[in-house]
């Protein structure tokens, strides 16, 4: 059973940052991607990053040029690099990886920017 384990969330002051892990239970390679979602208050939840197998990385158009997707492989985690941190960045993240047939959760770690 595939495994999403996230870490790193907390509270933090605007314009502060945070890195988020999250830890697969085996070998990243086989998703397709992986990815952050978010989730505030009253919201739908919604991408916030993804890095595909190959490489490539999206985000949403509210975090470009602020967060980064990265992964180390020999660790199978999965990083999301927050600067510039906003109020409405303030939610609950989570892990996501996808295959062809199957789409994985983590538990979501709460990451809460003060003004």
């Known amino acids: 059973q595939v495994q999403l384990v996230e870490s790193g969330g907390g509270l933090v002051q605007v314009g502060g940052s945070l890195r988020l892990s999250c830890a697969v239970s085996g070998n990243i390679f086989v998703f397709n991607a992986m990815g952050w979602y978010r989730q505030a208050p009253g919201k739908q939840r919604e991408l916030v990053a993804d890095i595909t197998r190959a490489g490539s990385t999206n985000y949403a158009d509210s975090v470009k040029g602020r967060y980064t997707i990265t992964r180390d492989i020999g660790k199978n985690t999965v990083y999301l690099q927050m600067n510039s941190l906003k109020p409405d960045d303030t939610a609950v993240y989570y892990c996501?990886?996808?295959?062809?047939?199957?789409?994985?959760w983590g538990q979501g770690t709460q990451v809460t920017v003060s003004s």
């Open positions: 996501n990886a996808i295959t062809w047939s199957a789409d994985y």
